[in-house]
């Protein structure tokens, strides 16, 4: 059979239009549930300024698990998520710092560059960096 | 009475009811508590009266691994009062826990409670001079516990060091041995060997100047300190061809020391005031002994998480850039040149040192360096006072191990013929890993405060995990039931001999966390109770 131009153009037109609809639609589902996941967990911030180098232990604490299980370990966290639903940043702090003062009471806590940081603190600074 | 053993003639008979080797802390003790007895007591001391070259060299060895900032020369000390004369003072039992747990790795722990030695904890404190036997912190701050980083708890407590002056035993009793009639001292009188038979136990002896001297005794006591003990009874099994104290292969094996060093830092919240750990508080005494305060886990957590025991001093630390120090140094001259100034105008004498200056140097210093003056005495009104940040320095107990362990070397001679000691010693690594843990807890109990974080000191920094060591050489004898768990039964007496002793921290079966010298007393005075009822019976 004798291959057509127009055939030829089709077919390359369709690998590439897949292609591309594959990977935006892949990018588009995976930033909304970033984002989603960024705008659910923006009112932790309010912590920030409490932990001692956030952004040394956020890198290096997202470097060590990766962003998938960062997002795991904040689902996982139902104390953090009530937390953000706390309107009033003042009490949300207070209770984000009662939070962290728990993990570290029930020994949940990790070594991230030489800082003994409370799980929840990681998982704060980690968000807050990625 | 004082004898110098160099001497070829005109010396008492060497025949005794007890030999003593070594007259450092433990050797005085128990010719001390002894006297009343009325034994006849030889105390061999390898030196004299102050120090001297040639003896310390007899100190000499080798160490494979810790070496850094280590040497067997001058860690000990050879002449009267022993290593007592740069002991740092610091003093306090070891703790219960010490006593009822076994180290691991198939050793045995200590063979009796801590109990066993409460009364001679007691009396160890008169040899020592620190007063009352008081270690509970709480009490020693008449309940004003404000000073306390963390309120005592089911997992952390605040605990007490009490300073010696520190007690030189040889300044401190020389005169009661000098004067003693049944006391004699042989000054410069070197044991080679120690022997053990139905005709009694023997020492042999030796001078640096070639006189020997075999001493008789009903019971010969080893109390020369870890090494050189060892070393005296590694020697005299090779040259008779015995194994006293090594039926179970244990002798010279499981040298311990207390690691010390960096393990972190505590980061404040906020700046923390005048509490009672800063070295520079002075205001913590009991009866005119200054107290030290440190923190350490609670033996019920310890025990819980079969961690090491230790204790951290909390030394407070300061990042001060140079720019700021050199404004503290200029700010300092200035300050000193203006009471120059003013010395001068009201006619008083100011002391010269190195050029002699005039008016204008000091006026003219004042007013180059008043913008310090000023910016420093700024900094001191607005600053917070406290400190932000304090150094945790651990001091752990180190386990037994079989893998550290004085051996004799086997073509280094001293100037006696002795065969010089060999010390292979390294800081395990599930040590140090213990170490770490233990940081880690402390950071969650900070955390859990609310009142900072812990930083730990980096690993891979040397300075710090590479660890110093405290000088305080322990085991190498341990003290066992059995013969084939230890070296010395629970009485120190050598297995396998009829009455050789050991006076020493040689016989620690696990070290715990507190400076050895008040144990090392404290058994010494259980060992002459053990010997005053064998003489007489």
Not at chain 1, 68 to 76: E, S, V, W
Not at chain 2, 398 to 406: A, D, G, K, S, Y
Not at chain 2, 410 to 433: C, F, I, K, N, Y
Request: proline share 4%.
């Amino acid at each position: 059979m004798k291959l057509r131009r127009r055939h030829l153009l089709l077919t390359g037109g369709a690998t590439v239009g897949l292609g591309v609809l594959g990977y935006g639609g892949s990018v588009a589902v995976c930033s909304t549930s970033k984002t989603v996941t960024a705008k659910m967990i923006r009112p932790l911030f309010v912590a920030i300024g409490d932990i001692l180098e956030p952004e040394i232990i956020g890198r290096a604490w997202l470097s060590r698990i990766g962003t998938r299980a960062l997002h795991t370990r904040i689902h996982q966290r139902t104390d953090l998520l009530a937390a953000t639903l706390i309107p009033d940043p003042a009490q949300r702090r207070a209770e984000l710092s009662d939070v962290i003062r728990r993990d570290f009471a029930r020994d949940e806590t990790e070594v991230v560059e030489n800082w003994v940081v409370s799980e929840a603190e990681a998982i704060i600074a980690g968000a807050w960096v990625s | 009475m004082f004898f110098d053993g160099r001497q070829q003639s005109g010396l008492p008979e060497t025949d005794y009811d007890l030999i003593i080797v070594g007259a450092g802390p433990a050797g005085i003790t128990l010719a001390l508590e002894l006297e009343s007895l009325g034994l006849r007591i030889a105390l061999l001391e390898s030196g004299g009266q102050e120090y001297d070259d040639d003896a310390q060299r007899l100190n000499e060895g080798r160490i494979e691994g810790n070496d850094d900032e280590y040497d067997l020369q001058f860690s000990r000390l050879r002449w009267l009062g022993g290593t007592s004369n740069h002991w740092g003072g610091h003093c306090a039992p070891l703790d219960s826990i010490d006593f009822e747990r076994s180290p691991g790795g198939g050793l045995s722990g200590w063979p009796f409670g801590r109990t066993e030695l409460e009364p001679y904890y007691k009396k160890a404190h008169d040899y020592c001079e620190l007063g009352a036997y008081r270690y509970n912190a709480a009490e020693l701050v008449y309940g004003d516990t404000s000073g306390f980083l963390l309120h005592d708890n089911d997992k952390v407590e605040t605990t007490v060091i009490r300073q010696s002056p520190p007690t030189r035993f040889g300044e401190k009793y020389s005169d009661r041995l000098e004067q003693s009639a049944n006391i004699h001292v042989w000054f410069w009188t070197n044991v080679i060997t120690v022997r053990s038979d139905d005709s009694g136990e023997w020492a042999e002896t030796r001078t640096l100047n070639g006189v020997n001297r075999r001493f008789k005794g009903k019971a010969v006591v080893l109390a020369a300190g870890a090494i050189e003990n060892t070393r005296i009874v590694l020697f005299s099994n090779q040259q008779g061809g015995t194994r006293l104290g090594d039926e179970g292969g244990l002798l010279g094996k499981c040298y311990m020391d207390h690691p010390s060093a960096g393990a972190g830092f505590i980061h404040f919240n906020r700046p923390v005031g005048d509490l009672v750990y800063w070295s520079d508080s002075s205001a913590h005494a009991d009866e005119g002994v200054p107290l030290h305060f440190v923190l350490r886990l609670t033996e019920a957590e310890i025990a819980k998480r079969n961690l090491l025991n230790f204790q951290y001093y909390l030394v407070p630390f300061a990042d001060v850039p140079q720019k700021v120090r050199d404004r503290w140094r200029a700010a300092k001259t200035g300050v000193t040149s203006l009471k120059n100034v003013a010395k001068r105008l009201l006619g008083r004498d100011i002391p010269v040192i190195g050029t002699p200056r005039t008016f204008s140097d000091d006026y003219c210093d004042f007013i180059a360096n008043a913008d310090a003056i000023a910016a420093v005495q700024a900094e001191r009104i607005f600053a917070q006072p406290g400190h932000k940040r304090v150094l945790l320095r651990f001091e752990s107990e180190e386990r037994p191990h079989r893998t550290n362990f004085v051996a004799l070397d086997p073509s280094e001679r001293d100037a006696l013929g002795m065969p010089r000691p060999v010390l292979h010693w390294a800081t395990a690594e599930d040590d140090l890993a213990a170490i770490r843990e233990t940081v880690q807890v402390f950071g969650n109990i900070v955390g859990a405060a609310g009142i900072g974080r812990v930083q730990l000191e980096d690993h891979d920094d040397d300075p710090y995990w590479g660890t110093t060591t405290a000088w305080h050489q322990l085991g190498c004898m341990r003290m066992a039931e059995s013969p084939t768990s230890g070296v010395v039964d629970a009485n120190c007496r050598l297995h396998g001999s009829n009455a050789i002793y050991v006076a020493s921290g040689a016989v620690f079966p696990t070290s715990g966390r507190a400076n050895p010298t008040l144990t090392i007393v404290a058994l010494t005075l259980r060992l002459a109770d053990h010997l005053s009822e064998r003489m007489q019976g």
